[in-house]
C-alpha cells in the first residue's frame, strides 16, 4: 500500500505512542505512515517535530511529553536524553527485559521460527567490564572524554559522577586521563582538521587489573610518565598501552601497540580458563552474562560428552579450552592469524595442547576437511552479520548432532536458524542481556540433528 505522505520535515504534530519498536523507540502513526519517535514509551501522547521522511516511515524528535506512561521512570544519568551511550533509561528493568524478549521474538516469527523464546536472563549489576570513549574538546580547546551525542557524531562529557555503565574504578581512570590531557596540554583529536593526539581512552576490567590503552594521533605517548603517576595514585592495579592509530579514519584503532606501563597483555581468566588479552582482542563485555552463556555451553557439553568440539568462530580459543574436558579433540577454527597464534598459547596454559587443534582459515572450508563424526558439538559465536551461508550449508553437511549458536544480533539469528532447521530442531532459544540499557540482546540457541540416533543423548532444557 502506498500512502499520500503530506508530512515534511520540521513539521510539528500531537500523536499517541502505540507500542515499542526494534531499538526500543515509540512507534506513532502519522497520516498512516509509522513514525519512529525515540525515547518515548507506548501510551504516551506527545509533541513531536518531524525530522525525517522516507517513503516508508517517518522519524520525530519530541517537543513535549503531554501524558507520560506510568511505566516512564526517572534516568539515573543526568547525560541520558542528549548521549547516545545507551538509550533505555527512562524504562523500568523489566520492562526492558520484556521488550527485548519481545524483539527476539519478532525476529523469529517474520523468519518462520516457532520455537519458544525463553525471558531474557538478566544482567547482575556492575558486570561490564569494557568502556571505549572518544576525547573531544569544548570551544575552549579543553578536553573531554564523553560518548557521542544521540543521532550525531558529536561527543558530549561525560557527567561529573562518571558513566552509570562503567564501575566507579573505570570513570575514575577516564577522569585520570583527561586530568592529564588538560594539566599538559595534549589536544584532543579533530576529524575534520586530522590534528591533535589523543582519540579514545579503552579500558578493560580483567578481574582485579584494568587494562587502559589510550589511541594517539602520535608515534609516541606524550608525557607517559604523568598518565602513570595520575594512573597508580588512584590505587588499582593496571597496565597501560598506547595505540597508534594516525590514519584519518573513524576506526578507532590501529594496528600497532605500544607498552607504556606493565604488560601488553594482561594475563588473567575468563570462565575458569587462563588467557593473555591484549587491548585490541575480543572479548565478552559483561562477565556475568558471559559466564551465565559459557556454562549453559559447558553443561551441554558435560551432558553430551561429545567425541569432537567445533568451535568454528573460535578466536582465542576460550570456547575451545571451556570445553576440552568434556571432549577428546577440540577444533578452533579461526580467520584471523593473530588470534590462532594466541589460541595456541591460551591451550598450551590451559594444559589442552594435545587435545585442541588451532586452525588458520575459512570455517566454511576447514569444515568439510575435519572429520567431525556424528558425536560432535559445533559452537557458533559468529559478529553481527551471522554466519556466511557457506558454514552452514557446510555445517548441514557435516551433521554434527548438536549446535550451539551464540549471537548478538537476533534477525541474523533468526535467517540463519531458518536454514539451520533444514536439518535440526531448535531445543533452546534463549536471550541475556549482555547490554543493559540498551536495545542490543544476546541470544543462545540449541539446536540437535533430526534423527532418532541421538535419541539416547538428548539435551534437556
Known sequence: MRYNISMKVGDIVQTEILSQGMEGEGVARIDGQVCFVPLTLAGEVVRVQITQVKKDFLRAKVIKLLTPSKDRITPDCPAFFRCGGCGLRHMPYDAELKLKREKVETCMKKAGIGALVEPVFPSPPNARNKAQVPFAADEKGKVFAGYFKRDSHKAIPLPESGCPQHDERTNSIIRAAVNVCNTYNIPAYNEQTGRGVMRHILVRRIGAIYSV?????????????????????????????????????????????????????????????????????????????????????????????????????????????????????????????????????????????????????????????????????????PPRKGCDSAVLQALLSARPGHIAYISCNPATLARDLRILTQGYDIKLIRPYDMFPRTFHVETLAVLERKNEENKDKRYSV
Do not use: W
Request: a negative charge.
Open 213 to 381: 590503552c589510550l589511541v594517539i594521533n602520535a608515534d609516541n605517548l606524550p608525557h607517559a610518565d604523568k598518565f602513570i603517576s595520575s594512573i597508580a595514585a588512584l590505587g588499582i592495579q593496571f597496565s597501560l598501552s598506547a595505540n597508534i592509530n594516525k590514519r584519518n579514519t573513524n576506526v578507532i584503532t590501529g594496528d600497532t601497540v605500544l607498552p607504556v606501563y606493565g604488560d601488553i597483555a594482561v594475563k588473567g581468566e575468563i570462565c575458569g580458563v587462563k588467557t593473555e588479552i591484549s587491548p585490541l582482542s575480543f572479548m565478552q563485555v559483561n562477565d556475568g552474562i558471559c559466564a551465565a552463556i559459557y556454562g549453559e555451553v559447558k553443561t551441554l557439553a558435560e551432558a553430551l560428552r561429545p567425541d569432537t568440539v567445533l568451535d568454528g568462530y573460535g578466536g582465542v580459543g576460550i570456547i575451545s579450552n571451556l570445553l576440552a574436558p568434556y571432549c577428546k579433540t577440540a577444533y578452533c577454527v579461526e580467520i584471523v592469524p593473530s588470534a590462532v597464534e594466541n589460541g595456541k598459547k591460551t591451550a598450551l596454559m590451559n594444559g589442552n595442547s594435545q587435545k585442541i587443534q588451532n586452525i588458520l582459515g575459512n570455517a566454511a572450508k576447514i569444515i568439510p576437511s575435519l572429520n567431525l563424526g556424528e558425536n560432535c558439538l559445533a559452537v557458533l559465536d
